[in-house]
């Protein structure tokens, strides 16, 4: 299926992007553009993620299934795409805002051109400011930051190394008056440092499915189950299995045999997602 790069004339642009500083002069698309009805969130974080923010991913953005969400991202490596994989999965809308222009031969990175296509064929869009054949480039990723932010009801951080670029999607964010919402991290993580600046300024902290509802304004129904129930992954699995009785957090990190930080976010995860329990560094099994 052919998909034609498309102009916006800028009295069709979205309503959040003619509210921003510095609005776009002009917008190119391919696809489709979100509905007015769709409350947007924008997904950011690390390029370099780690299991556990894969996890909160799939958690998260499974628990908005069947809501009026769409999903916005900015097509790069990592957490974007994991935002973008989740929406596809979930039968979410799902927008990408690339860095270059929206040719094939410039869509970047130039490893993720299936992934635009199967957006494309889900019905979701791609977006830019930049010519179709505009080579993406260092300066390109900041200014396409704003769109990211300005577009979404609201912005989730998820996984930003103290100077992570990822940083400045969530300035602009507070910048232009719109939520915050951040996932914590484990504090032995340096993938958490910038997560946690903003949590310290006051930004939204988020641990389920249904505090992203409610910052978006949307009510819980019966139809659309704000949590999915994931199969296990094999280390939740492990986790699982050693818990035949309960066990200190010690003994338990070291049958895990992961590296420590990794050890301790899968723990916090499961125990938010009341897979285990723990009561004074003893964890037992919820199931």
């Known amino acids: 299926m052919h998909f ?27 696809g489709h553009l979100p509905s007015p009805e769709l409350k947007l969130l924008s997904i950011v974080g690390s390029r370099k993620y780690t299991s556990y923010g894969k996890q909160v991913i799939e958690e998260l953005v499974g628990g908005l299934k069947n809501y009026p969400i769409g999903i916005v991202s900015g097509m790069a490596l990592g957490v974007d795409s994991l935002a973008h994989e989740s929406a ?24 993720h051109k299936k992934l635009a296509y199967r957006i494309l064929e889900a019905g979701g869009g791609l977006l830019s400011e930049f010519d179709p054949d505009f080579q993406a480039t260092n300066w390109s990723f900041p200014q396409r930051n704003r769109l990211v932010a300005g577009i979404s009801q609201a912005t989730l951080l998820i996984e930003a190394a103290e100077k992570s670029g990822t940083l400045i999607t969530a300035r602009m964010a507070t910048d232009y008056n719109r939520d915050l919402l951040v996932v914590p991290g484990s504090i032995f993580s340096s993938n958490s440092k910038g997560v946690h600046q903003f949590l310290k300024l006051g930004a939204t902290p988020v641990t389920s499915s249904k505090d992203i509802l409610d910052a978006l304004g949307i009510e819980e129904n019966d139809t659309a189950p704000t949590q999915q129930k994931l199969t296990l992954s094999p280390a939740e699995q492990l986790v699982i299995n050693l818990l035949h009785e309960p066990t200190h957090r ?15 976010q899968l723990l916090m995860l499961m125990e938010i997602n009341g897979l285990i329990s723990s009561n004074q560094n003893v964890y037992r099994n919820s199931l």
Not at 90 to 102: K, M, R, S
Not at 250 to 264: A, C, F, G
């Open 4 to 30: 034609p790069i498309e102009v916006l004339p800028a009295g069709g642009f979205p309503v959040g992007l003619r509210e921003i500083p510095q609005s776009p002069k002009s917008l190119n698309y391919r």
């Open 88 to 111: 596809l999965k979930n039968n979410l809308y799902t927008l990408a805002i690339p860095g270059g222009g929206l040719s094939d031969q410039r869509l970047y990175p130039a490893t």
């Open 250 to 264: 010690d003994e338990l990190i070291r049958k895990i045999d992961l590296p420590v930080h990794e050890s301790t």
